[in-house]
């Protein structure tokens, strides 16, 4: 499935619940800054290479990290740009980049 598809999806989905006045950039982007701390939520209090506790902890991450790409996905739609080529160009930018890295 390529991002047209997807896009296709999520617009239909909006659409039948007549979402759309509900989509506006900060209403969006407040949106994925709560789905993307449910994420976090999921390390809270473990160690730093904790993973998921077990299978159904894993399917819960995971259904958090798709509601952050929904959200993303909505506000490049709203935006009118592909993620994919975003992405892309902030690779670009990145591959020019330092960081200072601890040895």
């Not at 006045?21 to 976090?40: D, G, M, N, Q, W």
């Amino acid at each position: 499935m390529d991002y047209q598809d997807v896009e296709k999806v999520l617009r239909a989905f909006r659409d039948d619940r007549g979402w759309q006045k509900y989509h506006t950039l900060p209403a969006l982007s407040r949106a994925l800054s709560i789905e993307a701390a449910e994420v976090s939520e999921h390390f809270l209090w473990r160690d730093a290479e904790d993973g998921a506790k077990d299978a159904a902890d894993l399917q819960a991450l995971k259904m958090e990290i798709a509601d952050v790409l929904a959200y993303a996905y909505f506000m490049c739609m709203k935006l009118d740009v592909d993620p994919n080529a975003l992405v892309m160009e902030k690779m670009a930018i990145n591959q020019h980049r330092h960081w200072d890295q601890e040895d």
